[in-house]
């Protein structure tokens, strides 16, 4: 499945998946959507420094969802916008 | 239910599992039957991918269209003229969440992708624990999600026996 990685790691790393509890599986994608949306943020704040805490959460929103929708849910962006 | 008010998102949101729990739980409390699928579920299995939403199969009838949306909308982007369209063809709609910005994609019932029959197969896989969370609810084949903080039942796809 992975292209990276040898079958045989590949094979125990799913076990050792499998055989954790049902909970840990949820809290590890729970936990691998907010590291990904903590990189994003990171990478938002390099691009805009001066940016408020609220300013970079709207401009994440539109890399989640995309400059459509995010403005269907939360209303304009501010300039420059975050997607060219 | 559009367009809602816009509350923005917030600099220290829900996590997407608290904003799974808070779905299932309005699910459960307005009797609509739902199927987890997709990353949430397949991590049961020993796949853990990376996802931007929750996947949900859902048996939504027009008639809980309403209560649907008058559960949800406080915290979450709902358009019900989407979602009635969705119904009418079979196909999918989303929510999503203002304060996190995390997304549910619905995916009706007898649908394109998804069949009755499928449907009609999940099984209650297990209890997860999430936050604060009490095991309360124990029924043999429904998924339950017991209160709005508790203990959810994870349904999944099993063939059945026989069946490659």
């Known amino acids: 499945m992975l292209s990276d990685t040898h079958p045989d790691v590949e094979r125990m790393q799913i076990t050792i ?5 049902s909970w840990r599986k949820f809290r590890l994608v ?3 959507i907010v590291t990904g949306r903590k990189l994003a943020l990171a990478g938002l704040r390099e691009r805009f420094p001066g940016a408020s805490a609220e300013e970079l959460q709207r401009r994440l929103a539109t890399l989640l969802l995309g400059p459509k929708v995010a403005q269907r849910v939360y209303g304009p962006e501010p300039d420059p916008p975050t997607v060219r | 239910m559009a367009p809602n008010p816009i509350p923005p998102p917030s600099a220290d949101p ?6 799974l729990q808070r779905v299932i739980a309005s699910l459960e ?6 199927m987890l699928v997709g990353s949430f579920a397949s991590s049961l299995h020993g796949f853990a991918r ?6 949900l199969i859902v048996d939504l ?8 949306a008058q559960a949800l909308a406080s915290d979450f982007y709902v358009d019900q003229g989407l979602i009635q369209q969705a119904l009418k063809r079979g196909t999918s709609f989303n ?5 996190s ?6 995916f009706i019932v007898g649908g394109r992708n998804f069949s009755k029959a499928e449907f009609s197969r999940r099984v209650l896989r297990r209890s997860i624990r999430v936050r604060s969370s009490k095991l309360t609810c124990r029924l043999p084949k429904m998924p339950c999600f017991q209160s709005s903080i508790g203990t959810a039942w994870v349904v999944e796809f099993r063939k059945p026996s026989g069946e490659t």
């Open chain 2, 61 to 68: 009838f027009p008639s809980q269209l309403d209560a649907f």
């Open chain 2, 14 to 19: 829900a996590e997407p599992l608290q904003v």
């Open chain 1, 30 to 32: 729970n936990d691998l």
């Open chain 2, 29 to 34: 409390a307005l009797g609509i039957h739902y």
């Open chain 2, 50 to 55: 990376f996802t931007q939403d929750a996947d």
């Open chain 2, 101 to 106: 910005s995390f997304k549910v994609d619905f």
């Open chain 1, 17 to 21: 998946l499998r055989s954790m509890p």
């Open chain 2, 95 to 99: 929510i999503i969440h203002f304060e």
